[in-house]
Protein backbone atom coordinates (compact mmCIF):
# COMPACT_ATOMS: atom_id res chain seq x y z
CA UNK A 1 0.00 0.00 0.00
CA UNK A 2 1.26 3.20 -0.59
CA UNK A 3 1.80 6.12 2.23
CA UNK A 4 2.99 9.48 2.43
CA UNK A 5 5.18 11.32 5.20
CA UNK A 6 5.54 14.38 5.65
CA UNK A 7 8.03 16.08 8.30
CA UNK A 8 7.08 18.81 10.67
CA UNK A 9 3.69 19.25 11.19
CA UNK A 10 4.27 22.78 11.91
CA UNK A 11 6.56 25.24 9.56
CA UNK A 12 7.02 28.69 10.71
CA UNK A 13 8.37 31.52 8.01
CA UNK A 14 8.87 35.06 7.88
CA UNK A 15 7.08 36.89 4.63
CA UNK A 16 9.61 36.93 1.78
CA UNK A 17 11.34 34.12 3.37
CA UNK A 18 11.46 30.67 1.47
CA UNK A 19 8.70 28.20 1.97
CA UNK A 20 9.81 24.56 2.21
CA UNK A 21 7.46 21.95 3.36
CA UNK A 22 8.52 18.03 3.06
CA UNK A 23 7.26 14.96 1.89
CA UNK A 24 8.21 11.49 1.42
CA UNK A 25 6.39 8.75 -0.16
CA UNK A 26 6.23 4.72 -0.32
CA UNK A 27 4.90 3.86 -3.40
CA UNK A 28 5.38 0.19 -5.08
CA UNK A 29 4.35 1.65 -8.44
CA UNK A 30 4.80 4.78 -10.37
CA UNK A 31 3.64 6.96 -8.29
CA UNK A 32 1.19 9.97 -8.55
CA UNK A 33 1.57 12.81 -6.48
CA UNK A 34 -0.35 15.43 -5.55
CA UNK A 35 -0.13 18.80 -3.31
CA UNK A 36 -3.78 20.33 -1.74
CA UNK A 37 -3.87 23.32 0.23
CA UNK A 38 -6.50 23.79 3.09
CA UNK A 39 -7.84 27.50 4.35
CA UNK A 40 -9.94 27.38 7.36
CA UNK A 41 -13.44 26.03 6.71
CA UNK A 42 -12.95 25.14 3.49
CA UNK A 43 -11.99 22.11 1.50
CA UNK A 44 -8.90 20.90 -0.45
CA UNK A 45 -7.74 22.99 -2.94
CA UNK A 46 -4.99 21.69 -5.79
CA UNK A 47 -1.93 23.06 -5.86
CA UNK A 48 0.18 21.04 -8.13
CA UNK A 49 0.71 17.05 -9.25
CA UNK A 50 3.32 14.65 -10.62
CA UNK A 51 2.14 12.24 -13.19
CA UNK A 52 4.69 11.56 -15.51
CA UNK A 53 7.62 13.27 -17.62
CA UNK A 54 8.85 16.35 -15.95
CA UNK A 55 10.28 15.96 -12.28
CA UNK A 56 9.71 19.69 -11.79
CA UNK A 57 6.22 20.49 -11.48
CA UNK A 58 4.78 24.30 -11.51
CA UNK A 59 1.32 24.83 -9.45
CA UNK A 60 -1.04 27.74 -8.66
CA UNK A 61 -0.05 30.95 -6.68
CA UNK A 62 4.11 30.72 -7.30
CA UNK A 63 4.61 26.84 -5.60
CA UNK A 64 6.60 24.14 -7.33
CA UNK A 65 7.74 20.56 -5.82
CA UNK A 66 9.90 17.92 -7.75
CA UNK A 67 9.84 14.52 -7.91
CA UNK A 68 13.08 12.73 -6.77
CA UNK A 69 12.78 9.10 -7.36
CA UNK A 70 15.77 8.56 -5.84
CA UNK A 71 14.92 9.93 -2.70
CA UNK A 72 11.20 9.01 -2.92
CA UNK A 73 10.47 12.80 -2.39
CA UNK A 74 8.26 15.15 -3.24
CA UNK A 75 9.03 18.87 -1.37
CA UNK A 76 7.02 21.67 -1.95
CA UNK A 77 8.97 25.15 -2.25
CA UNK A 78 7.74 28.72 -2.91
CA UNK A 79 10.92 31.41 -3.20
CA UNK A 80 8.96 33.89 -1.21
CA UNK A 81 6.15 33.44 1.47
CA UNK A 82 3.37 35.66 1.29
CA UNK A 83 0.89 36.29 4.56
CA UNK A 84 -1.85 34.50 2.45
CA UNK A 85 -0.33 31.35 1.91
CA UNK A 86 -0.98 30.62 5.73
CA UNK A 87 -2.83 27.48 5.34
CA UNK A 88 -2.50 23.93 6.15
CA UNK A 89 -0.71 21.39 3.60
CA UNK A 90 -1.56 17.85 2.20
CA UNK A 91 0.65 15.81 0.29
CA UNK A 92 -0.74 12.72 -1.26
CA UNK A 93 -0.56 9.98 -3.20
CA UNK A 94 -2.44 8.40 -5.33
CA UNK A 95 -4.26 4.48 -5.06
CA UNK A 96 -6.16 2.64 -7.19
CA UNK A 97 -9.06 4.45 -8.96
CA UNK A 98 -9.90 7.78 -7.17
CA UNK A 99 -8.32 7.12 -3.93
CA UNK A 100 -6.12 9.68 -2.36
CA UNK A 101 -3.98 8.31 0.86
CA UNK A 102 -2.77 11.51 2.29
CA UNK A 103 -0.20 12.79 4.98
CA UNK A 104 -0.97 14.11 7.80
CA UNK A 105 -0.56 17.77 7.29
CA UNK A 106 1.54 20.78 7.45
CA UNK A 107 0.87 24.04 8.75
CA UNK A 108 2.20 26.65 7.57
CA UNK A 109 2.69 30.05 9.81
CA UNK A 110 3.71 32.79 8.01
CA UNK A 111 4.80 35.87 10.70
CA UNK A 112 5.36 39.92 9.47
CA UNK B 1 -18.19 26.02 -13.82
CA UNK B 2 -19.87 25.85 -10.60
CA UNK B 3 -17.67 23.92 -8.27
CA UNK B 4 -18.19 20.74 -5.72
CA UNK B 5 -20.78 21.74 -3.63
CA UNK B 6 -22.14 19.89 -0.75
CA UNK B 7 -25.00 20.12 1.82
CA UNK B 8 -25.44 20.38 4.55
CA UNK B 9 -22.50 22.79 5.16
CA UNK B 10 -22.94 21.64 9.23
CA UNK B 11 -25.52 19.26 10.63
CA UNK B 12 -25.47 18.45 14.60
CA UNK B 13 -27.12 14.16 15.52
CA UNK B 14 -27.22 12.35 18.37
CA UNK B 15 -25.86 9.27 18.92
CA UNK B 16 -27.78 6.51 17.51
CA UNK B 17 -29.23 8.75 15.15
CA UNK B 18 -28.53 8.28 11.45
CA UNK B 19 -27.32 11.10 8.38
CA UNK B 20 -27.35 11.50 5.34
CA UNK B 21 -25.23 13.73 3.32
CA UNK B 22 -25.18 15.11 -0.08
CA UNK B 23 -22.58 15.76 -2.75
CA UNK B 24 -23.17 17.45 -6.20
CA UNK B 25 -19.93 17.30 -8.46
CA UNK B 26 -18.35 19.52 -11.03
CA UNK B 27 -21.07 19.34 -13.98
CA UNK B 28 -19.24 16.59 -16.45
CA UNK B 29 -18.04 14.99 -13.72
CA UNK B 30 -18.45 11.21 -13.38
CA UNK B 31 -16.25 10.29 -10.67
CA UNK B 32 -17.28 10.92 -6.73
CA UNK B 33 -14.96 10.27 -3.59
CA UNK B 34 -15.51 10.98 -0.23
CA UNK B 35 -12.97 11.79 2.92
CA UNK B 36 -13.79 11.65 6.30
CA UNK B 37 -11.15 14.32 8.45
CA UNK B 38 -10.33 14.36 11.89
CA UNK B 39 -8.43 16.03 14.08
CA UNK B 40 -6.72 12.26 15.56
CA UNK B 41 -7.07 10.32 12.01
CA UNK B 42 -6.49 13.34 9.24
CA UNK B 43 -8.06 12.45 5.91
CA UNK B 44 -9.49 8.95 5.42
CA UNK B 45 -11.19 7.39 2.07
CA UNK B 46 -14.24 6.40 2.58
CA UNK B 47 -15.45 5.63 -0.92
CA UNK B 48 -15.80 6.24 -4.56
CA UNK B 49 -18.59 6.50 -7.05
CA UNK B 50 -18.59 5.78 -10.90
CA UNK B 51 -21.35 5.57 -12.87
CA UNK B 52 -23.44 4.99 -9.89
CA UNK B 53 -21.09 1.89 -9.12
CA UNK B 54 -19.02 1.33 -6.07
CA UNK B 55 -15.56 0.88 -7.35
CA UNK B 56 -12.93 1.46 -3.98
CA UNK B 57 -13.73 1.35 -0.91
CA UNK B 58 -12.12 1.99 2.50
CA UNK B 59 -11.52 0.49 5.66
CA UNK B 60 -14.56 1.82 7.22
CA UNK B 61 -17.42 -0.36 8.92
CA UNK B 62 -20.99 -1.13 6.81
CA UNK B 63 -22.54 1.70 9.07
CA UNK B 64 -21.20 4.09 6.34
CA UNK B 65 -22.76 3.57 3.07
CA UNK B 66 -23.19 6.06 -0.22
CA UNK B 67 -24.84 6.07 -3.45
CA UNK B 68 -24.72 7.93 -6.95
CA UNK B 69 -27.77 8.45 -9.00
CA UNK B 70 -27.85 8.70 -13.01
CA UNK B 71 -26.77 12.22 -12.87
CA UNK B 72 -23.63 12.23 -11.13
CA UNK B 73 -24.68 13.48 -7.62
CA UNK B 74 -23.92 11.59 -5.06
CA UNK B 75 -25.30 11.05 -1.18
CA UNK B 76 -23.42 9.18 1.73
CA UNK B 77 -25.21 7.13 4.75
CA UNK B 78 -24.33 6.84 8.13
CA UNK B 79 -26.31 5.17 11.05
CA UNK B 80 -26.52 4.26 14.04
CA UNK B 81 -24.05 7.15 14.73
CA UNK B 82 -21.05 7.10 17.28
CA UNK B 83 -19.59 10.13 19.27
CA UNK B 84 -16.58 9.46 16.97
CA UNK B 85 -18.18 10.06 14.14
CA UNK B 86 -17.68 13.67 14.26
CA UNK B 87 -15.82 15.35 11.81
CA UNK B 88 -15.39 16.68 8.04
CA UNK B 89 -16.88 15.03 5.63
CA UNK B 90 -15.58 16.11 2.23
CA UNK B 91 -16.68 15.06 -1.05
CA UNK B 92 -14.51 15.11 -4.34
CA UNK B 93 -15.39 14.76 -7.84
CA UNK B 94 -13.09 14.26 -11.18
CA UNK B 95 -13.79 13.54 -14.95
CA UNK B 96 -13.70 10.26 -16.59
CA UNK B 97 -11.82 8.60 -13.36
CA UNK B 98 -10.28 6.11 -15.71
CA UNK B 99 -6.89 6.73 -14.59
CA UNK B 100 -5.04 7.56 -11.18
CA UNK B 101 -3.52 10.60 -12.11
CA UNK B 102 -6.66 12.34 -12.10
CA UNK B 103 -6.82 15.16 -10.40
CA UNK B 104 -9.95 15.56 -7.97
CA UNK B 105 -11.75 18.75 -6.96
CA UNK B 106 -13.22 19.32 -3.43
CA UNK B 107 -16.10 20.73 -1.80
CA UNK B 108 -16.37 22.35 1.49
CA UNK B 109 -17.13 19.97 3.24
CA UNK B 110 -20.35 18.51 5.79
CA UNK B 111 -19.18 19.25 9.47
CA UNK B 112 -20.86 16.29 11.10
CA UNK B 113 -20.83 16.61 15.35
CA UNK B 114 -22.46 14.18 16.71
CA UNK B 115 -23.82 14.89 20.63
Known amino acids: AQSVTQLGSHVSVSEGALVLLRCNYSSSVPPYLFWYVQYPNQGLQLLLKYTTGATLVKGINGFEAEFKKSETSFHLTKPSAHMSDAAEYFCAVSEGFQKLVFGTGTRLLVSP | KAGVTQTPRYLIKTRGQQVTLSCSPI?????VSWYQQTPGQGLQFLFEYFSETQRNKGNFPGRFSGRQFSNSRSEMNVSTLELGDSALYLC??????????????FGDGTRLSIL
Open chain 2, 27 to 31: SGHRS
Open chain 2, 92 to 105: ASSESGTGPGQPQH
